[in-house]
């Protein structure tokens, strides 16, 4: 079997999971790493058993590293994945994969004339949770499809939130590829947000969108970093999908450890697991095989135009035809 080098372009706290999942797969290595901050990068090269890189260039310029693993703040996604493609390597970038649509443009353009795989973090849809719904839709055991609800209710603290974009973006970006791999193409949306407790960070912390599809479907979309839910039947994070023959649920309470993890206040173990099986996926059947990812940048270009829809009806305070 022949080895699958990865570099890391990025060395944040999700670089963790990215390396543990490739120090365990056979076929395998994380072969270094670049990040803004030198030291850091020196101290998550020592964590991981890899080398760095003094730049991104030197990075790509590395015969060993067949793909590489963008794992940057949103604002420079599109810059590494056009020189990453450039230079022939495979991608893997984290979501949200770009700060616009012309920037999903253009690196959707630069893949294709280089003739290398990019797959989006679109981790959600590579739980096997979701992979049987999918399935139970495909197959028609569901029926035809309903409604559509995506709920995320977890705390994070202001310093926390700070660093990150509202929870339209950094949240509904989940929901909505999410949406897509199981309902379906949007064809309106509508969108209300609050930014409860705005002294350290001015970005919302609570949205709610409601968004037909093509197919007819109705899908509920909500995010909160403003409150925990521990009620008797907690919408933690949660998916149902509700068709005229049958019904179908993913949550994060059903996978629970009482210890902290990152923002979290207990370990839901299906995330950690979900970008796991996101890097594992990406090495053996998108690299190895050659295969097509799950979700695509094309997924992640209507991605974006629910974003900006929704951010668009807070604005104007309307709702938004996606197609006009």
Same mark, same amino acid.
């Given at each position: 079997m022949k080895t699958i080098g990865i570099g890391f372009i990025g060395a944040g706290d999700i670089a963790n999971l990215h390396?543990?999942?490739?120090?365990?797969?056979?076929?395998?290595?994380?072969?270094?790493?670049?990040?803004?901050?030198?030291e850091k990068g020196k101290a998550k090269a020592g964590q991981f058993g890899?080398?760095?890189?003094?730049?991104?260039?030197?990075?790509?310029?590395?015969?060993?590293?067949?793909?590489?693993?963008?794992?940057?703040?949103?604002?420079?996604?599109?810059?590494?994945?056009?020189?990453?493609?450039?230079?022939?390597?495979?991608i893997l970038?984290?979501?949200?994969?770009?700060?616009?649509?012309?920037?999903?443009?253009?690196?959707?353009?630069?893949?294709a004339k280089a003739g290398v795989k990019c797959m989006p973090v679109h981790n959600y849809i590579y739980e096997p949770g979701i992979e049987r719904a999918k399935a139970m839709i495909d197959n028609g055991k569901l029926g035809q499809i309903v409604q559509f609800y995506m709920m995320y209710n977890i705390h994070h603290a202001d310093e926390i939130r700070v660093r990150y974009p509202g929870v339209v973006r950094q949240i509904l970006t989940h929901h909505s590829y999410?949406?897509?791999?199981?309902?379906?193409?949007?064809?309106?949306?509508?969108?209300?947000?609050?930014?409860v407790d705005d002294t350290i960070a001015s970005q919302e912390n609570v949205a709610m969108a409601n968004i037909q599809m093509q197919n007819g479907t109705l899908s509920h979309l909500c995010a909160s970093f403003a409150n925990d839910d521990h009620a008797g039947d907690p919408w933690t994070c949660i998916i149902k999908v509700i +068709?005229?023959?049958?019904? $179908?649920?993913?949550? @994060?309470?059903?996978?629970? !450890? /009482?210890?902290?993890? +990152?923002?979290?206040?207990? $370990?839901?173990?299906? @995330?950690?697991?979900?970008? !796991? /099986?996101?890097?594992?996926?990406?090495?053996?059947?998108?690299?190895?095989?050659?295969e097509s990812p799950l979700s695509s940048l094309q997924d992640a270009i209507t991605c974006q135009r629910i974003i900006e829809a929704c951010e668009l009806s807070v604005v104007k305070g309307i709702h938004v035809r996606l197609n006009e």
């Open positions: 390396a543990e999942a490739i120090n365990n797969l056979v076929g395998a290595e994380l072969v270094g790493l670049w990040n803004r901050t030198p890899c080398k760095t890189y003094d730049s991104v260039e030197a990075l790509l310029a590395d015969p060993d590293i067949h793909a590489v693993f963008i794992l940057t703040n949103m604002e420079t996604h599109c810059e590494y994945t056009v020189k990453a493609a450039e230079a022939g390597k495979h970038v984290e979501k949200p994969a770009a700060s616009s649509i012309q920037e999903l443009e253009q690196m959707k353009a630069a893949v999410t949406m897509l791999y199981l309902a379906g193409e949007p064809k309106t949306v509508s969108c209300l947000m609050n930014t +068709g005229t023959k049958g019904s $179908t649920r993913y949550s @994060y309470r059903d996978f629970v !450890i /009482n210890d902290r993890n +990152g923002a979290h206040s207990q $370990t839901y173990q299906n @995330y950690p697991e979900s970008i !796991i /099986n996101t890097a594992t996926h990406f090495i053996n059947r998108v690299v190895r095989l050659g």
